[in-house]
């Protein structure tokens, strides 16, 4: 029963995940061109991170270095194995005991998101959560935006604390987050971890955050890990009850170390769902652009500098009548435009800050064998117009092409 609460609680304040195939990068057959479209907002590659005045230097992420850590008899039995993060692009090795929960309805996919939950021993009603997201946002101190971006990002040490405070919230009215820059392990993997001086649960809850993490990786990519602890305890829990759960999250984290995978970012072609056994539909994107597989198709991301998240094309194929997304409300615009070389018109709704649009097609009549499917996309930019139209660009690639072999 702890567990059920505290999976539904951690996927309200998380959006949490669950596992799925991994994304395919696509490749064109030999015989078909591929036309990139253009990058209407290209990141710029400027390394200043070991320009002087740009990054403080790092504090201790552990504070407490003695060996017996408190957080209920959850540091009890020893270090578990290492285990996976984001479908591998961090590692991390938590306590014995440790396990992936089981996938929730809807949920985001592991590479997204992902969870590791430590159950208390028996007769203790105390859970520990690692929640992960990849923020597909970039180190402003590797990449830049383009000269007439809305907004150009400070450095990491002046952007960091902006995210974590914006994304973990402290329950503590007047006690904000300390935020630090630290090195985490042998790797020296640059990360700013927040810390609530008195780790509690806002009022009327049982869950509290006891630390998190933005976390650095050299190829100027960032992701979050967040530490939660559950259980009535937690509750009750006044003054500095849990701050030997922060202690313990603080040794946790000290093992993070970037994992194998790393996210595919050149331009091409993007696996999108597959079709049949010889035939899949795909998209073309310029540089950047990053996709995920999800229950009925693809979501992709533009990398943008942090600040200046830029939003997404989510891609679904639907079997005959069934709709999976639908017509956000407020759409009161149109545009001309293709979907799956077909005219189509775009809904939607747009301003200056960017908006969304909404297109279905049929895959009825195209070189597809499958019919009775079709293929739902929507597309939302959240800082610029421009990024709206380079997303709605990429969109009208959509293509069914032959799988490769």
Not at 19 to 28: E, G, I, W
Not at 45 to 71: N, T
Not at 132 to 141: I, M, S
Not at 298 to 304: F, G, S, T, V
Request: one cysteine or more.
């Amino acid at each position: 029963m702890l567990r059920a609460l505290f999976l539904l609680l951690a996927a309200a304040l998380a959006a949490c995940g669950h596992a799925s195939p991994k994304v395919a990068v696509a490749t064109a057959p030999a015989s078909t061109p591929v036309s990139v479209p253009p990058d209407l907002s290209p990141n710029q590659l400027r390394d200043r991170r070991a320009e002087p005045g740009v990054r403080a230097p790092a504090k201790p992420l552990v504070l407490d270095h003695a060996r017996s850590v408190r957080c209920g008899k959850l540091a009890k039995g020893g270090e578990g194995d290492e285990a996976d993060l984001l479908g591998g692009r961090l590692r991390v090795r938590a306590p014995a005991g440790a396990k992936v929960p089981p996938p929730l309805p809807d949920a985001l996919a592991s590479e997204e998101e992902s969870r590791i939950v430590v159950d208390g021993a028996r007769g203790e009603k105390l859970a520990l959560a690692i929640v992960a997201r990849e923020t597909f946002q970039l180190d402003p101190d590797l990449y830049e935006p383009e000269a007439d971006a809305p907004a150009k990002p400070g450095s990491l040490d002046q952007e960091a604390p902006k995210f974590l405070k914006a994304t973990f919230p402290s329950a503590n009215e007047g006690e904000p987050l300390e935020v630090t820059p630290v090195e985490i392990g042998p790797t020296k993997m640059r990360a700013y971890v927040a810390r609530p001086p008195h780790p509690n649960a806002p009022p009327g809850h049982d869950t509290a955050l006891a630390l998190a993490l933005l976390v650095a990786q050299d190829d100027g990519t960032l992701e979050s890990v967040a530490f939660y602890v559950r259980g009535e305890a937690v509750r009750n829990a006044t003054g500095s009850d849990l701050v030997g759960c922060t202690r313990l999250a603080e040794r946790i984290a000290s093992s993070l170390v970037p994992g194998p995978r790393k996210l595919e970012r050149s331009p091409g072609l993007r696996h999108v769902a597959d079709i049949s056994s010889e035939e899949e539909l795909a998209v073309t994107v310029p540089n950047d652009y990053v996709a995920v597989s999800s229950s009925s198709g693809a979501r992709l991301y533009k990398l943008r500098p942090i600040s200046l998240y830029a939003g997404s094309i989510s891609v679904s194929l639907a079997d005959g009548g069934r709709k999976v997304q639908h017509l956000p409300e407020g759409a009161d615009a149109t545009a001309a435009g293709k979907l799956l070389g077909r005219p189509i018109e775009w809904r939607g709704k747009t301003s200056p800050k960017g908006g969304f649009f909404f297109a279905e097609g049929p895959l009825d009549g195209l070189d597809s064998k499958e019919k009775g499917k079709t293929a739902e996309v929507l597309v939302k930019a959240t800082r610029q117009a421009k990024t709206l139209d380079e997303m709605r660009g990429v969109a009208e690639t959509l293509a069914v092409v032959k799988r490769p072999r």
